[in-house]
């Protein structure tokens, strides 16, 4: 039986998940799960892919991404590969790492990211011990939610405030921004207006159901088990997978969406800062210089290997220190953040 197409598509949203090899491991320390982060952390500016969420458990992992282009596969290909290599080498062991192919969900109503994201960071807390396991869950639809209880509720909620491998301790305002994880969509999902507001909207979205004792699964209406969406749309997209392969083909490369052309996205820098490219370029460290580089990488379908070949001035690891830089210092700087809104907009429109 032939395994089913992956559906890569430039621009959407995908919730990725992978076991461990016979329900083994894939952490032994916590130095294997920062070496896996490490790895994560690259994906942005190798693959053109926004990383919004993850959680690392000792078994498995689940992330929440954005793919710029029709890259899925190869992305979480090379992520897995890469680790897998260095997980035996460290503990001296061969075969496989991960079991099987890695699960994926195409997630095409924007709507429900915020329960999947809330899905996806309630995972620590999803265990017997704290009345949440699958028994737990499978009695309260049935029979019901009891009152918790102040105690337990505490516990929960220290228990996912206190787990150390989920971006949810960055959401929450307990660990430093990563510069690599875009926050923007659930920071602003829940509400309000300043940082703080929207901080206390998301804890109160995301607690809810470990107060009430029901964790809601959003897999429950997938589309042939795959897509997470309207239903008419996901079987227009399914139709494409299953026809033949010159759609297959089209779809797969998300074709029909296009990237803003380099030099466009250049006289656009320029017209919003007020300042010859050249210059920008010259200028050691220039914000500019590496806010184009930075967004072009992360919003607007470029790698990073394609715009050090555009300009030849600026080496690969000048330009990947440089894209660093800019995504952790634009959270406190508003004309930095000004500006990615600005340029983006600008390519939108274009």
């Known amino acids: 039986m032939a395994r089913p197409l992956r559906i890569n598509l430039a621009g959407a949203w995908y919730h990725v998940m992978s076991r461990g090899n016979g329900g083994d491991p894939i952490y ?122 102040k105690e337990l509720v505490s516990r929960r909620i220290a228990t996912l405030c206190n787990y150390p491998w989920s971006s949810w301790r960055v959401y929450s305002g307990n660990d430093p921004m990563a510069p690599w994880l875009c926050r923007d969509r659930f920071q602003g999902g829940c509400g309000g207006r300043s940082l703080k507001e929207q901080r206390r909207a998301l804890l109160s979205f995301t607690e809810a159901p470990i107060r009430q004792g029901v964790i809601e699964s959003p897999w429950e209406k997938l589309v042939a088990g795959m897509i997470l969406g309207d239903e008419v749309e996901a079987q227009r997209v399914l139709k494409k997978v299953g026809g033949n392969r010159k759609e297959q083909t089209a779809v797969r490369r998300g074709e029909g969406c296009t990237r803003p052309p380099w030099e466009e996205m250049v006289k656009a820098t320029e017209k919003i800062l007020g300042c010859r490219w050249g210059d920008m370029i010259r200028r050691h460290g220039d914000w500019g210089r590496d806010g184009l580089l930075a967004v072009s990488t992360r919003h607007l379908g470029w790698r990073l290997s394609e715009v050090v070949r555009k300009e030849p001035e600026v080496s690969y690891a000048a330009a990947a220190q440089g894209i660093r830089r800019f995504w952790k210092l634009a959270p406190d700087r508003p004309e930095m953040q000004a500006f990615v809104k600005a340029l983006t907009a600008s390519m939108s429109n274009g």
């Not at 916590?30 to 053109?48: H, I, Q, T, V």
Request: glycine share 10%; net charge positive.
């Open 28 to 149: 032994r320390s916590d130095l294997d799960r920062r070496r896996f982060l490490g790895l994560l952390a690259e994906m942005p500016e190798r693959f053109s892919i926004e990383v919004h969420a993850f959680v690392l458990m000792d078994n498995h992992y689940h992330l929440l991404v954005r793919c710029g282009e029709a890259n899925l596969s190869d992305a979480i290909r090379w992520l897995q590969t890469s680790y897998a290599g260095r997980f035996n080498w460290v503990h001296q062991r061969r075969g496989h790492v991960f079991q099987g192919r890695f699960k994926s969900v195409l997630v095409l109503d924007d709507g429900r990211l915020d329960e999947v994201g809330r899905y996806l960071h309630l995972n620590p807390v999803r265990i017997a011990g704290l009345g949440l396991g699958k028994e737990d869950q499978r009695r309260a639809r049935v029979l019901g939610c009891e009152d918790p209880g």
